[in-house]
């Protein structure tokens, strides 16, 4: 077993320990670092760059800060999904870093289930309504925005979060929202759990060629064939899964054509 720092103040380490164990790791949080400094959720620090370069941002500061080998970073995304813009969308992503061989492997996952929910309210009832169909208290609610007199992240039930919804209503309507916060959001943790998987059979993989861990960068390959006229479509036909220590890469065929439907020649 080698040893591995999570940089985390959520609490992470239980849905990432099971899985990663399974490679051969044994997590141990890093406290004492603020974490929230490297942007949060709630606004009050903006977070740079993209989702991937903060989870390895935080696993390297986490092999820094351990002075081990290894690193693990998490982090969350939330908002409209990609293809709609219609329904609340959930993405983790989880990165490694082995600091001896200076490698970034990283897993993500992302889809539907989460209770990510905003909202504004006039008065209580409309409060309790929203608390209960985000699933409060077992999941967090925030009340408030950062720099209004009410902004309470801390309601453990529905007689505290009264009080507060009631104390902020005093000046006009109340914003409302999930915490995502990973300890105050079970769904989330159940993501983050599914990323720690799928990481840990990515770092459990070898390499055909060269033997080393982490084998399985994927990237999708579009132009699948038109059933009816043969012609390429902007479908995903292939994927490549390549090693990102010696090059290696191979290709893995998903479908051989897909419906006219999704031809623009035959269905423009
Ligand atoms: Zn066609
Ligand atoms: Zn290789």
Known sequence: M???ALLTQHSKQSAVEGPLQEAGFSVSTISGFDTDSLGT????VARKGTQVDAAATKAKLAAELSGWRFGLGSEGSFGPDPYTGMIAWGREVLAF???TAQRLICAAVQGPETNYRQTTVQDWKDAADFASAIGFPAHGLIV???GESVFDKDCKDLTALEVQVQLALQSGPVELETDMRAHRNPTRM??????AELLSQRLRSNC????????GEESPIAGAPCESCGLPTHAIMAKNIRCDAC???QRVDLVQSVPASRCNYCNP
């Open 190 to 195: 159940r993501m983050i759990r599914r990323c």
């Open 144 to 146: 408030g925005k950062p």
């Open 97 to 99: 870093w082995d600091d």
């Open 2 to 4: 080698q040893a591995i």
């Open 247 to 249: 090059g290696h890469s």
């Open 208 to 215: 055909p060629d060269c033997a080393s861990y982490g084998f």
């Open 41 to 44: 959720f709630t606004g009050t």
